[in-house]
C-alpha cells in the first residue's frame, strides 16, 4: 500500500507563482514514475507531468511546458511541481500519482496511486 498527500496548493494571482509537494508513504517502489495531474470542475483529469524516479526523466503537457518544473527528492520520498507565471486555466485540483510499471505516464489510467488532491486558483 502507497500514500500520497499532497500540499502547496492555495489561491495565486495571475503571474504568481505556487510550488505542490507529493509525500509518498508506505510501500515506496525504489523505481517508479510519479506524476502530476490536474481537474478542473467538468472535466477530465488530464496530465501535468511527471517524473521517472530512477533515470530523473521528465514529461510535460504542452500546456504548461516552460512554466512547470517537476523534480524529486529521493531520500525524502517527495515529487514537487514548481509552478510559475500561473494563469487563470491553471486553476484545478492537482493530483500526485504513482506506480511501479506504467507505459505512457500521460494516461490516468497507467496508474494504481492517488493523493487526495490540492486546490489551486489562479484569479486574474
Known amino acids: 500500500q502507497v500514500q500520497l498527500v499532497e500540499s502547496g496548493g492555495g489561491l495565486v494571482q495571475a503571474g504568481g507563482s505556487l510550488r505542490l509537494s507529493c509525500a509518498a508513504s508506505?510501500?515506496?517502489?525504489?523505481?517508479?514514475?510519479m506524476g502530476w495531474f490536474r481537474q478542473a470542475p467538468g472535466k477530465e483529469r488530464e496530465f501535468v507531468a511527471a517524473i521517472r524516479w530512477s533515470g530523473g526523466s521528465t514529461y510535460y503537457a504542452d500546456s504548461v511546458k516552460g512554466r512547470f518544473t517537476i523534480s524529486r527528492d529521493n531520500a525524502k520520498n517527495t515529487v514537487y511541481l514548481q509552478m510559475n507565471s500561473l494563469k487563470p486555466e491553471d486553476t484545478a485540483v492537482y493530483y500526485c500519482?504513482?506506480?511501479?510499471?506504467?507505459?505512457?505516464?500521460?494516461?490516468?489510467?497507467?496508474?494504481?496511486?492517488w493523493g487526495q488532491g490540492t486546490q489551486v486558483t489562479v484569479s486574474s
Open positions: 508506505g510501500r515506496t517502489f525504489s523505481y517508479c514514475t
Open positions: 500519482a504513482t506506480d511501479l510499471n506504467i507505459n505512457d505516464v500521460t494516461q490516468v489510467y497507467d496508474y494504481g496511486y
